[in-house]
Each structure stands twice: as structure tokens, then as C-alpha cells.
């Protein structure tokens, strides 16, 4: 009986894991740590071209419309919808619609024929929800060409897969200690009988959203797109450029997901491989070495068998500044830090919040926690996230041998495909894990240390690009667009289809952020 109680805390504890672990892999770099500008000014430049009337580009009538982002303030855009049908094969079926956003070019510049169709993370991100998030780093594209984001049919605007109760309220699952794997499966089943009569999951995978960008091409009338994918969308991106490569002029991929790599399949590994390097950047600096003698793995480690039970901990709430009572457990550790490694300027905390915690001092790691964990709140779709990993990555995820001893351990992935026991899934190409090849103009992005999608898996996509190049920047995370020079280096490769002439010495003089050693920051 004990035994299976045991078993039981422990099923619990890794369900609340995933879904911080999932809302983080879905929400990216640009939901989380958005580059942070003045809402006012940059829609002053974008309100300029906006007319109070109805805009068409191709067959598409677009209208004024506001879009925000979490950090980010808003922006006003011009937003149209497709209607497309749900299951093509169908005519008399389910129709739904996209939602698409026109980030339009700068006033006065001269045109170019070719838009750019930037790609969202997840999967589960909405593309329109990230636009205000995005758009500064995409300045330089903007001057000579219209950029386009359209919601992954199930997400954003575009027939959302919201599971829903008898009188259409939003279901709840509360990832809470009072949550077992049961229930959490038993939640997934009444998702999938309430999106009944609504739509069908089978048909919303990448597979599907790849053909409705081109539905999308198709109604702007244009010949030629620029495709921007992040993250998960770096695979959409990849699927779209073998269907469609007469229809491609450049190919920027921003964390590339090879598309043989299982999603979240190697997360503990990934991981735990960032934490090594920021350990040894603080090895190599006298200062941080004195400070923090233990590496964070092993803090980590130590402070999570310390919490396996759990502590009752008093902190101050990040939102509202009153304090408050809760629970802080292992699982708050450890996806604390897996949220932190995304960024550097994040990430140069974990040393500090580690060594208070070490000392008993949890409120700082309790505070940071529901910050970072309120940051990632409606940024994600999960039904959609479940059609896609259920269809294309669930039966390949095997458990790895090394994964045990890890700070994740295997239970981690494994919780990523529990919903796949009951959740309906499509069907998946028999070419769907085969690399590209292509002759296209490609640059692939990747930062140093990025703890899901780490610079290896942009080398191995980029054998079989002839015309491919793959820029690596030093000491940054998931996310690098928005760093340093690379958004100038974007624009200049669109512009010129040409990712072997870049001069990328801007890059490699990006520097390592500094290690906090106080609450002041670092030691000069």
C-alpha cells in the first residue's frame, strides 16, 4: 500500500513538472523574454501606414486590428481571416478560418515582391500573439518587405482547440499535489469529447498547417515567400520548403528541430548541458569561483533531495508585493532553472538564488518561481500540442539509457506523451523524419547555449544544405534573433539571399553575461 502511494506522489510530482516544462518549450524566447520597447512609439511608426478603411493584398481584406504580447505592449497591425476546409479531402465538411497579420514594410521604402512568413514556436504558440514581441527584431527585414504571421490552424485566432465543460467554460486541470497522472489523463479525455462536434484533432497537425501557409501564399497572390521559423516552427518551415520549394526564396531558422528529433525527448540532457557551461564560465572568473565553490548541478541536486517532501515556505508575491504561504518542492527547483536557462541575462541568477536556497533562504527562489511561472500562463494551446506530438513524435520516443541520473530524469519526456493514450492522432508521412536537402539560401541561428535546441541539431540539418550557413552565438540561449547584431544580419540575408557573404564578426563580440555574485549583481 505504501508502495503505491509512493508511486502515486511521485506520478504527481512529475505531472506538475511537465506542464511548466511544456508551457516554457512552448512559449520560447519571444513569449518569455520579449525585447522590451516602448508600446507608444513603435505604434506611432506603424499607425502611419494605417488607414480606418479596409486593405486588400491579393484576395485578402484586411482591417486595423491590436495585438499585444505579454512584456511587450501592443501594436496595431492589419489582420484578415482565410477560410480553409478542416479535413481536405472534405468538400462538404467542417470549414474553419485562419488568422493572419500583416506587419507591413516601411513607408516610402520600395517594395519587394517577396513577404516574409514568420513561423511560431510550440508547437501550440499563436504567431499573432507574439507580434508586438517580435517585431523589433525584425526592423531591418520591415524596410523593404511585408511580413506575415499566421495562427497554426488550433491556435490564436485560427479555430482554437479550447476544451471546454457542459456550459462552455474553459476546463481547468490545477497541476497541483492534489493532481494524479489519473486524473491528468482523465482531463485529457474529457478535452477530446468536448472538442466533438467542434473539430476533429487528427487534422491539426504540422502536416496540415504546412498546406494552409500555402493556402495563405496562394491568397496573397505571391510567387515567393521568406520563410522564419523558431523553435518547433523551424520543422513547419522545413516540411514547407521540401512540399513547396519553388514557392521559397531564403530559409532563417531560429533553434532548429531537426525533423528525426522526438520533442522533448532529450530535454534532460540538453538541459543539464547549459547549466555545464555557465559552471564553467564561472570556474574560468576568480570572483564567481570564490562566491560559488559548488557547480548549480550539484546544488541543484543537493537542494532537490532536500525538497523531495516538500517545505512550506513564506514569500512575497511578485504581482501584488504581499506575502504569501506555499509550498516549495523539488519540482519548483528544477523547472525554476530549467525556465532561467533560456536566457542569459536569466540564467546569470541561478548561482545566487541556488546558494540562498542552500542556506535555507527560499523566498527569492519562491518569488522568481511565480514570476516566471505567471509569465507563461495562456501562452500555449495544449490540445494542439497534443495533436502534434501525438501524431509525429509520441511512437518514436524512446527512453534514454543516461536519462537517470539526470536532473529530469526520464519520467519528464515520458509525461509529454501520457496524453497520447487516449488523444486522437493523424496521420504522419512516411517521409516526415527525412532530412532536408535543399539548394535553398538558408541561415540557421543558434545560441551557445540554448537548453532545447542546441547548436548540434542546426550542424546536423546543415549537411544537407549546399547553400546553408549556421551562425552560433557565444553565450545566449534559446532565441537569437533579438541579440546583438543578428537582427541586422537577418535582414541583410533576406535582402540578399546570400548567407555565405554575411559578415559575422558582429557575433562573435558578444560577451558572456556575468555571473551575479550579490542581489547588486556581478563584481567588476
Given at each position: 500500500?505504501?508502495?503505491?502511494?509512493?508511486?502515486?506522489?511521485?506520478?504527481?510530482?512529475?505531472?506538475?513538472?511537465?506542464?511548466?516544462?511544456?508551457?516554457?518549450?512552448?512559449?520560447?524566447?519571444?513569449?518569455?523574454?520579449?525585447?522590451?520597447?516602448?508600446?507608444?512609439?513603435?505604434?506611432?511608426?506603424?499607425?502611419?501606414?494605417?488607414?480606418?478603411?479596409?486593405?486588400?493584398?491579393?484576395?485578402?481584406?484586411?482591417?486595423?486590428?491590436?495585438?499585444?504580447?505579454?512584456?511587450?505592449?501592443?501594436?496595431?497591425?492589419?489582420?484578415?481571416?482565410?477560410?480553409?476546409?478542416?479535413?481536405?479531402?472534405?468538400?462538404?465538411?467542417?470549414?474553419?478560418?485562419?488568422?493572419?497579420?500583416?506587419?507591413?514594410?516601411?513607408?516610402?521604402?520600395?517594395?519587394?515582391?517577396?513577404?516574409?512568413?514568420?513561423?511560431?514556436?510550440?508547437?501550440?504558440?499563436?504567431?499573432?500573439?507574439?507580434?508586438?514581441?517580435?517585431?523589433?527584431?525584425?526592423?531591418e527585414?520591415?524596410?523593404?518587405?511585408?511580413?506575415?504571421?499566421?495562427?497554426?490552424?488550433?491556435?490564436?485566432?485560427s479555430?482554437?482547440?479550447?476544451?471546454?465543460?457542459?456550459?462552455g467554460?474553459?476546463?481547468?486541470?490545477?497541476?497541483?499535489?492534489?493532481?494524479?497522472p489519473?486524473?491528468?489523463?482523465?482531463?485529457?479525455?474529457?478535452?477530446?469529447?468536448?472538442?466533438?462536434?467542434?473539430?476533429?484533432?487528427?487534422?491539426?497537425?504540422?502536416?496540415?498547417?504546412?498546406?494552409?501557409?500555402?493556402?495563405?501564399?496562394?491568397?496573397?497572390?505571391?510567387?515567393?515567400?521568406?520563410?522564419?521559423?523558431?523553435?518547433?516552427?523551424?520543422?513547419?518551415?522545413?516540411?514547407?520548403?521540401?512540399?513547396?520549394?519553388?514557392?521559397?526564396?531564403?530559409?532563417t531558422?531560429?533553434?532548429?528541430?531537426?525533423?528525426?528529433?522526438?520533442?522533448?525527448?532529450?530535454?534532460?540532457?540538453?538541459?543539464?548541458?547549459?547549466?555545464?557551461?555557465?559552471?564553467?564560465?564561472?570556474?574560468?572568473d576568480?570572483?564567481?569561483?570564490?562566491?560559488?565553490?559548488?557547480?548549480?548541478?550539484?546544488?541543484?541536486?543537493?537542494?532537490?533531495?532536500?525538497?523531495?517532501?516538500?517545505?512550506?515556505?513564506?514569500?512575497?508575491?511578485?504581482?501584488?508585493?504581499?506575502?504569501?504561504?506555499?509550498?516549495i518542492?523539488?519540482?519548483?527547483?528544477?523547472?525554476?532553472?530549467?525556465?532561467?536557462?533560456?536566457?542569459?541575462?536569466?540564467i546569470?541568477?541561478?548561482?545566487?538564488?541556488?546558494?540562498?536556497?542552500?542556506?535555507?533562504?527560499y523566498?527569492?527562489?519562491?518569488?522568481?518561481?511565480?514570476?516566471?511561472?505567471?509569465?507563461?500562463?495562456?501562452?500555449?494551446?495544449?490540445?494542439?500540442?497534443?495533436?502534434?506530438?501525438?501524431t509525429?513524435?509520441?511512437?518514436?520516443?524512446?527512453?534514454?539509457?543516461?536519462?537517470?541520473?539526470?536532473?529530469?530524469?526520464?519520467?519528464?519526456?515520458?509525461?509529454?506523451?501520457?496524453?497520447?493514450?487516449?488523444?486522437?492522432?493523424?496521420?504522419?508521412?512516411?517521409?516526415?523524419?527525412?532530412?532536408?536537402?535543399?539548394?535553398?539560401?538558408?541561415?540557421?541561428?543558434?545560441?551557445?547555449?540554448?537548453?532545447?535546441?542546441?547548436?548540434?541539431?542546426?550542424?546536423?540539418?546543415?549537411?544537407g544544405?549546399?547553400?546553408?550557413?549556421?551562425?552560433?552565438?557565444?553565450?545566449?540561449?534559446?532565441?537569437?534573433?533579438?541579440?546583438?547584431?543578428?537582427?541586422?544580419?537577418l535582414?541583410?540575408?533576406?535582402?540578399?539571399?546570400?548567407a555565405?557573404?554575411?559578415?559575422?564578426?558582429?557575433?562573435?563580440?558578444?560577451?558572456?553575461?556575468?555571473?551575479?555574485?550579490?542581489?547588486?549583481?556581478?563584481?567588476?
Open positions: 500500500m505504501e508502495h503505491g502511494c509512493t508511486v502515486r506522489r511521485e506520478g504527481t510530482r512529475m505531472l506538475k513538472k511537465y506542464w511548466i516544462v511544456l508551457a516554457l518549450v512552448v512559449g520560447g524566447i519571444f513569449v518569455y523574454f520579449p525585447t522590451r520597447v516602448a508600446a507608444s512609439s513603435f505604434e506611432a511608426s506603424s499607425a502611419a501606414t494605417l488607414q480606418p478603411v479596409v486593405r486588400s493584398y491579393g484576395r485578402l481584406r484586411f482591417e486595423p486590428c491590436t495585438l499585444s504580447a505579454r512584456g511587450a505592449g501592443h501594436i496595431r497591425v492589419l489582420c484578415a481571416q482565410l477560410p480553409i476546409l478542416e479535413n481536405p479531402a472534405l468538400p462538404e465538411g467542417r470549414r474553419i478560418t485562419l488568422k493572419i497579420a500583416w506587419l507591413e514594410r516601411d513607408s516610402g521604402s520600395h517594395p519587394a515582391s517577396d513577404p516574409v512568413f514568420f513561423i511560431a514556436g510550440g508547437p501550440g504558440q499563436s504567431a499573432t500573439g507574439v507580434v508586438a514581441a517580435v517585431a523589433p527584431s525584425l526592423n527585414v520591415r524596410k523593404k518587405r511585408d511580413i506575415f504571421f499566421v495562427d497554426q490552424r488550433g491556435t490564436g485566432g479555430h482554437p482547440l479550447t476544451c471546454v465543460d457542459a456550459q467554460r474553459a476546463l481547468q486541470l490545477e497541476a497541483e499535489n492534489t493532481t494524479t489519473e486524473q491528468y489523463i482523465a482531463f485529457v479525455q474529457r478535452c477530446a469529447a468536448s472538442l466533438q462536434g467542434r473539430a476533429d484533432p487528427r487534422y491539426y497537425t504540422t502536416t496540415e498547417a504546412v498546406t494552409d501557409l500555402d493556402m495563405v501564399r496562394t491568397a496573397l497572390s505571391v510567387d515567393k515567400i521568406n520563410l522564419i521559423g523558431v523553435s518547433y516552427g523551424t520543422r513547419v518551415a522545413q516540411h514547407y520548403a521540401r512540399r513547396y520549394r519553388a514557392h521559397v526564396r531564403t530559409l531558422m531560429d533553434g532548429v528541430v531537426p525533423n528525426d528529433l522526438v520533442i522533448g525527448s532529450e530535454f534532460a540532457t540538453t538541459f543539464e548541458n547549459a547549466i555545464a557551461l555557465q559552471d564553467a564560465q564561472c570556474r574560468k576568480p570572483s564567481c569561483a570564490k562566491r560559488f565553490p559548488i557547480d548549480s548541478r550539484q546544488q541543484l541536486r543537493t537542494l532537490m533531495e532536500r525538497l523531495r517532501q516538500g517545505s512550506e515556505v513564506e514569500y512575497q508575491d511578485p504581482a501584488s508585493g504581499e506575502m504569501r504561504r506555499r509550498r518542492t523539488a519540482d519548483t527547483v528544477v523547472s525554476l532553472a530549467f525556465g532561467l536557462s533560456y536566457a542569459p541575462e536569466l546569470a541568477l541561478l548561482p545566487l538564488i541556488l546558494n540562498e536556497a542552500a542556506s535555507g533562504h523566498a527569492p527562489l519562491m518569488s522568481l518561481s511565480q514570476l516566471v511561472q505567471r509569465g507563461m500562463d495562456d501562452q500555449m494551446n495544449h490540445a494542439l500540442h497534443w495533436s502534434v506530438i501525438c509525429e513524435d509520441a511512437d518514436r520516443y524512446v527512453t534514454s539509457a543516461s536519462a537517470g541520473g539526470a536532473l529530469f530524469g526520464p519520467k519528464v519526456a515520458q509525461m509529454f506523451f501520457t496524453p497520447c493514450k487516449v488523444w486522437p492522432t493523424g496521420v504522419r508521412p512516411p517521409d516526415f523524419m527525412m532530412p532536408l536537402v535543399s539548394d535553398l539560401p538558408a541561415l540557421l541561428l543558434s545560441g551557445e547555449r540554448d537548453p532545447v535546441t542546441p547548436p548540434h541539431y542546426a550542424e546536423k540539418l546543415l549537411k544544405l549546399r547553400y546553408g550557413r549556421h551562425i552560433v552565438a557565444p553565450g545566449q540561449g534559446h532565441g537569437t534573433i533579438r541579440v546583438g547584431c543578428v537582427s541586422k544580419l535582414g541583410q540575408f533576406i535582402d540578399r539571399a546570400d555565405t557573404s554575411l559578415d559575422t564578426t558582429c557575433v562573435q563580440r558578444l560577451v558572456n553575461v556575468p555571473v551575479f555574485t550579490s542581489f547588486n549583481g556581478w563584481e567588476p
